[in-house]
Nanobody, 122 residues
Framework: QVQLVESGGGLVQPGGSLRLSCAAS????????MGWYRQAPGNERELVAT???????NLANSVKGRFTISRDNAKKTAYLQMNSLKPEDTAVYYC????????????????WGQGTQVTVSS
């Protein structure tokens, strides 16, 4: 069974920094894409950043220049370094992964973590 566990959320002042981690566990053949999404109360879940197995990244315009996504394939872990945080960054941040369980799983499946709260407030 595949599980994604986020950590690193918390309360930080505007302009501060946080580093989120997402660790994948369980049996899997390969992880294609790992990413971070966020959802504020009353809002739809939105894409923050993704990173592919080859290291290519995609970031939302609202976080470009402030956030950095990375991954450690050996540890099956993705990271989101968040700098210059703003109050509008406040949300529950969810880790996402699209992976193949076995060699024969050519399509793959998506998995979600439970989320970690990030609050930016003075």
């Amino acid at each position: 069974q595949v599980q994604l566990v986020e950590s690193g959320g918390g309360l930080v002042q505007p302009g501060g920094s946080l580093r989120l981690s997402c660790a994948a566990s369980g049996t899997m053949f390969s992880i294609n894409v790992m990413g971070w999404y966020r959802q504020a109360p009353g809002n739809e879940r939105e894409l923050v950043a993704t990173i592919s197995s080859d290291g290519s990244t995609n970031l939302a315009n609202s976080v470009k220049g402030r956030f950095t996504i990375s991954r450690d394939n050996a540890k099956k872990t993705a990271y989101l370094q968040m700098n210059s945080l703003k109050p509008e960054d406040t949300a529950v941040y969810y880790c996402n992964a699209h992976l193949r369980r076995t060699f024969w799983d050519s399509t793959g499946s998506t998995y979600w973590g439970q989320g970690t709260q990030v609050t930016v407030s003075s």
